[in-house]
C-alpha cells in the first residue's frame, strides 16, 4: 500500500459488543462494520451473535444487549464469513477505536473458524487522536464526536459506535493531510505509531539556509521550498512563518516520507507576507493550483465536495443533494463530506413541507397524496384539493431562510417538543431532538441572518491587521468568491479606495456564471471554514440585492470604526 492515496483506500471501521474483557475467554455479541472509501460512508454491516455465554447485568445495562435477545441471534460461523467479505476488496484497512481490543476478538472468532489469513492492516483512531490532538483534549468516541458535532445514535451498540468512529475517522483524513501532510496509506499505518523524536538530517547546503531562517518573519504568510534547480516544490501556508518553517529541521518534526523526502531537497527558501491566516489559506490554495509543486501535488487528488440544492427549473421546487453546482438552481454549501449534507437535508425533510419524490409537477396534476402529506411532510401540491402555489412558495422562502441561519423559529419549535417529550419520560425522543438542535447549530447557524446561497453571497470582510494598529484588511466577495483583497490605513485615502472597489466589485454589471470549478469551490470551503471558527475577530458586512453603493460604504466604515 506504499503509494495508495488516502481517499482511495478501502477503510472497514469495526466496533464489538462482548461478554467481557477477554478475547479468548469471552465472545463478541455484537458486530458492526461501516465501510469508507472516496471520502465516504459506502456501506453497513451488523449482526447480533449469539454468544453461548451469559451476558453479566452491567453488560447488559450498558449495551441493551440482553441474554433474551441474543437466544435466538445468528451463530458466529454464520456471521463471521459474511464480515469476513467486507475486507476481499484491495487495499482493505482494519479500523477501530483502541483497535486491539476489537481487532483480537475478531481474530479469535477467525482462528474457531478455521479461516486463515485475515491479517487486514489495522489502524487505530484512538492512536491518531492522541498524536493529533494536546493531552487535555479527552480522547473517547464520546468527546471526539462531541468536539465535531457527531450525532451518536445508540452509544455502546458497536452499530453506533462504529457509525461515530467512521465519521470520526473522515475528519482525521481531512486534517492528516491538510496539516500533517499526511497523503499515502503507508504514512497513515505509520503516523499511529510515530514516535516523538525522530532524526532529520540536515540538506545539503544547510548554512545557506540556515542563515536565511533567522530572518524569516514571526508574521502569517505563504512559504516557498526550491529544489537546486530553482524550481518549487512545495508551497506551504503558516499563522507564523519563522516557526512552521523552522519546524521542518527541528528533531521529531517528520511526519510522513513525502515530508522527509522534500526536507532532503530543499536548496532555498522564499515567502510573502499576507498580515493574516485567512489571506494565507487562500495564497497557498492559489499557488498550489497554479504551480503545482511537485510535493504538493504528489500522492494528493482534488476532492469534490458537496452542496444543498433548491431546484428552481420547477414549479414546485425541492432540495437535494449534489456534488456539481450549475447555473440552474439555489446551491448551499459546499459540506466537508457527504453524510453532514445528507443530515442537513433529513432535518428538512422532517421539518419542513417541500416535495419529496421525483415528481416534476407541472401545476395541473390530480394525485392522490402519498404517505408524506399524511405525516404533515409535504404540502401535496401533486394533489388539486391540497394544492396552494402561494403557501407553497412560502415553504421555499422557509427553507430558504433556515439554510440562511434564521433557524431561531424552529430550534424553538424543536426545543419544545423536546422539553415536552422529556416531561413524558420519552427519553430517546428527547435526546433525538436535542441532537438535530445541535446539528442545526453546528452545521448551519452562522448567526447572521443573511441570505446565504452562494450565487448570492456578497459580503465585505474586515480584519484587523496582525502588522499595525494603524492599518486593516479588507476582502470583497462576490458570489462567494475573493474578487479582490487590499490592506488600508485607517487615516489614509479610505473612503475613496472603498467606494472604487464597491463600484467596480459589485455594479460593475457583470454576471458571474454560477458553474463554479473545483478550485473555486476549494476556496469557497476554505473561506466559510475559516469565517466559522474565527470571523468573530473583525466584523462582516452582508450586501443585500437592493442596497446602493453610498449605503454599502457607510456601512464598511463603521465596522472599520468597530475595530479600533
Same mark, same amino acid.
Given at each position: 500500500?506504499?503509494?495508495?492515496?488516502?481517499?482511495?483506500?478501502?477503510?472497514?471501521?469495526?466496533?464489538?459488543?462482548?461478554?467481557?474483557?477477554?478475547?479468548?475467554?469471552?465472545?463478541?455479541?455484537?458486530?458492526?462494520?461501516?465501510?469508507?472509501?472516496?471520502?465516504?460512508?459506502?456501506?453497513?454491516?451488523?449482526?447480533?451473535?449469539?454468544?453461548?455465554?451469559?451476558?453479566?447485568?452491567?453488560?447488559?445495562?450498558?449495551?441493551?444487549?440482553?441474554?433474551?435477545?441474543?437466544?435466538?441471534?445468528?451463530?458466529?460461523?454464520?456471521?463471521?464469513?459474511?464480515?469476513?467479505?467486507?475486507?476481499?476488496?484491495?487495499?482493505?484497512?482494519?479500523?477501530?477505536?483502541?483497535?486491539?481490543?476489537?481487532?483480537?476478538?475478531?481474530?479469535?472468532?477467525?482462528?474457531?473458524?478455521?479461516?486463515?489469513?485475515?491479517?487486514?492492516?489495522?489502524?487505530?483512531?484512538?492512536?491518531?487522536?492522541?498524536?493529533?490532538?494536546?493531552?487535555?483534549?479527552?480522547?473517547?468516541?464520546?468527546?471526539?464526536?462531541?468536539?465535531?458535532?457527531?450525532?451518536?445514535?445508540?452509544?455502546?451498540?458497536?452499530?453506533?459506535?462504529?457509525?461515530?468512529?467512521?465519521?470520526?475517522?473522515?475528519?482525521?483524513?481531512?486534517?492528516?493531510?491538510?496539516?500533517?501532510?499526511?497523503?499515502?496509506?503507508?504514512?497513515?499505518?505509520?503516523?499511529?505509531?510515530?514516535?516523538?523524536?525522530?532524526?532529520?538530517?540536515?540538506?545539503?547546503?544547510?548554512?545557506?539556509?540556515?542563515?536565511?531562517?533567522?530572518?524569516? /518573519?514571526? $508574521?502569517? @504568510?505563504? %512559504? !516557498?521550498?526550491?529544489?537546486?534547480? &530553482?524550481? *518549487?516544490?512545495?508551497?506551504? +501556508?503558516?499563522?507564523?512563518?519563522?516557526?512552521?518553517?523552522?519546524?521542518?529541521?527541528?528533531?521529531?518534526?517528520?511526519?510522513?516520507?513525502?515530508?522527509?523526502?522534500?526536507?532532503?531537497?530543499?536548496?532555498?527558501?522564499?515567502?510573502?507576507?499576507?498580515?493574516?491566516?485567512?489571506?494565507?489559506?487562500?495564497?497557498?490554495?492559489?499557488?498550489?493550483?497554479?504551480?503545482?509543486?511537485?510535493?504538493?501535488?504528489?500522492?494528493?487528488?482534488?476532492?469534490?465536495?458537496?452542496?444543498?440544492?433548491?431546484?428552481?427549473?420547477?414549479?414546485?421546487?425541492?432540495?437535494?443533494?449534489?456534488?456539481? /453546482?450549475? $447555473?440552474? @438552481?439555489? %446551491? !448551499?454549501?459546499?459540506?466537508?463530506? &457527504?453524510? *453532514?449534507?445528507?443530515?442537513? +437535508?433529513?432535518?428538512?425533510?422532517?421539518?419542513?413541507?417541500?416535495?419529496?419524490?421525483?415528481?416534476?409537477?407541472?401545476?395541473?396534476?390530480?394525485?392522490?397524496?402519498?404517505?408524506?402529506?399524511?405525516?404533515?411532510?409535504?404540502?401535496?401540491?401533486?394533489?388539486?384539493?391540497?394544492?396552494?402555489?402561494?403557501?407553497?412558495?412560502?415553504?421555499?422562502?422557509?427553507?430558504?431562510?433556515?439554510?440562511?441561519?434564521?433557524?431561531?423559529?424552529?430550534?424553538?419549535?424543536?426545543?419544545?417538543?423536546?422539553?415536552?417529550?422529556?416531561?413524558?419520560?420519552?427519553?430517546?425522543?428527547?435526546?433525538?431532538?436535542?441532537?438535530?438542535?445541535?446539528?442545526?447549530?453546528?452545521?448551519?447557524?452562522?448567526?447572521?441572518?443573511?441570505?446565504?446561497?452562494?450565487?448570492?453571497?456578497?459580503?465585505?470582510?474586515?480584519?484587523?491587521?496582525?502588522?499595525?494598529?494603524?492599518?486593516?484588511?479588507?476582502?470583497?466577495?462576490?458570489?462567494?468568491?475573493?474578487?479582490?483583497?487590499?490592506?488600508?490605513?485607517?487615516?489614509?485615502?479610505?473612503?475613496?479606495?472603498?467606494?472604487?472597489?464597491?463600484?467596480?466589485?459589485?455594479?460593475?454589471?457583470?454576471?458571474?456564471?454560477?458553474?463554479?470549478?473545483?478550485?473555486?469551490?476549494?476556496?469557497?470551503?476554505?473561506?466559510?471554514?475559516?469565517?466559522?471558527?474565527?470571523?468573530?475577530?473583525?466584523?462582516?458586512?452582508?450586501?443585500?440585492?437592493?442596497?446602493?453603493?453610498?449605503?454599502?460604504?457607510?456601512?464598511?466604515?463603521?465596522?472599520?470604526?468597530?475595530?479600533?
Amino acid at each position: 500500500m506504499e503509494n495508495i492515496n488516502i481517499w482511495d483506500a478501502n477503510f472497514v471501521v469495526v466496533d464489538v459488543e462482548t461478554t467481557g474483557h477477554s478475547p479468548t475467554q469471552n465472545r463478541m455479541m455484537d458486530l458492526a462494520a461501516i465501510v469508507v472509501s472516496d471520502g465516504e460512508i459506502q456501506e453497513e454491516f451488523h449482526s447480533l451473535i449469539n454468544p453461548h455465554q451469559f451476558i453479566p447485568p452491567f453488560i447488559a445495562q450498558m449495551t441493551k444487549i440482553t441474554n433474551e435477545s441474543v437466544f435466538h441471534a445468528p451463530e458466529e460461523r454464520d456471521v463471521i464469513p459474511k464480515f469476513n467479505e467486507l475486507f476481499q476488496k484491495e487495499n482493505t484497512i482494519f479500523v477501530a477505536h483502541n483497535a486491539i481490543f476489537d481487532f483480537s476478538f475478531v481474530s479469535e472468532a477467525f482462528k474457531r473458524l478455521g479461516i486463515d489469513g485475515f491479517q487486514p492492516p489495522v489502524l487505530d483512531t484512538l492512536k491518531l487522536a492522541r498524536r493529533i490532538f494536546p493531552e487535555n483534549q479527552k480522547k473517547g468516541v464520546s468527546s471526539l464526536a462531541s468536539l465535531f458535532g457527531i450525532k451518536i445514535r445508540n452509544r455502546h451498540s458497536a452499530l453506533g459506535d462504529a457509525q461515530a468512529t467512521a465519521k470520526i475517522l473522515l475528519y482525521f483524513l481531512d486534517l492528516l493531510e491538510d496539516e500533517f501532510e499526511i497523503a499515502t496509506v503507508e504514512d497513515l499505518l505509520a503516523f499511529q505509531n510515530k514516535k516523538t523524536q525522530h532524526y532529520v538530517a540536515k540538506p545539503e547546503k544547510f548554512e545557506f539556509i540556515e542563515s536565511k531562517l533567522q530572518t524569516i /518573519p514571526n $508574521e502569517p @504568510g505563504v %512559504y !516557498y521550498f526550491y529544489n537546486s534547480r &530553482k524550481e *518549487i516544490i512545495y508551497v506551504g +501556508k503558516a499563522k507564523s512563518l519563522r516557526r512552521r518553517v523552522m519546524n521542518y529541521f527541528q528533531p521529531g518534526s517528520i511526519s510522513s516520507s513525502k515530508t522527509n523526502a522534500l526536507s532532503k531537497h530543499i536548496r532555498d527558501i522564499s515567502w510573502e507576507e499576507t498580515n493574516n491566516e485567512l489571506s494565507a489559506l487562500l495564497l497557498e490554495a492559489r499557488k498550489i493550483f497554479e504551480l503545482k509543486p511537485k510535493y504538493n501535488t504528489l500522492g494528493r487528488r482534488i476532492r469534490s465536495f458537496p452542496f444543498l440544492k433548491i431546484t428552481t427549473n420547477e414549479k414546485f421546487p425541492k432540495a437535494e443533494i449534489t456534488f456539481r /453546482p450549475g $447555473e440552474v @438552481g439555489e %446551491y !448551499y454549501g459546499p459540506f466537508a463530506n &457527504k453524510w *453532514i449534507a445528507e443530515e442537513v +437535508k433529513e432535518i428538512i425533510d422532517r421539518n419542513f413541507q417541500l416535495i419529496k419524490c421525483d415528481k416534476n409537477l407541472k401545476g395541473n396534476e390530480n394525485i392522490e397524496p402519498c404517505i408524506y402529506f399524511q405525516m404533515h411532510q409535504c404540502l401535496a401540491p401533486c394533489s388539486e384539493a391540497h394544492r396552494n402555489s402561494q403557501e407553497y412558495s412560502q415553504e421555499v422562502v422557509n427553507v430558504r431562510n433556515f439554510l440562511s441561519g434564521f433557524a431561531d423559529k424552529l430550534v424553538s419549535s424543536l426545543e419544545s417538543k423536546m422539553y415536552k417529550y422529556a416531561d413524558d419520560c420519552e427519553f430517546e425522543k428527547a435526546n433525538e431532538i436535542k441532537y438535530t438542535i445541535h446539528s442545526i447549530k453546528k452545521v448551519l447557524n452562522n448567526g447572521e441572518n443573511f441570505y446565504n446561497s452562494i450565487g448570492d453571497k456578497n459580503f465585505v470582510l474586515i480584519l484587523p491587521n496582525e502588522s499595525s494598529e494603524k492599518l486593516v484588511d479588507i476582502f470583497f466577495f462576490r458570489n462567494s468568491r475573493l474578487y479582490f483583497h487590499q490592506t488600508v490605513g485607517k487615516k489614509g485615502k479610505i473612503n475613496e479606495i472603498i467606494a472604487t472597489n464597491i463600484h467596480k466589485i459589485y455594479f460593475n454589471g457583470i454576471i458571474d456564471s454560477k458553474t463554479l470549478s473545483k478550485e473555486e469551490i476549494n476556496e469557497i470551503k476554505i473561506t466559510n471554514s475559516w469565517l466559522a471558527l474565527t470571523k468573530d475577530n473583525g466584523r462582516v458586512v452582508y450586501i443585500p440585492k437592493e442596497t446602493d453603493e453610498s449605503t454599502i460604504g457607510k456601512l464598511i466604515l463603521s465596522s472599520i470604526n468597530e475595530l479600533e
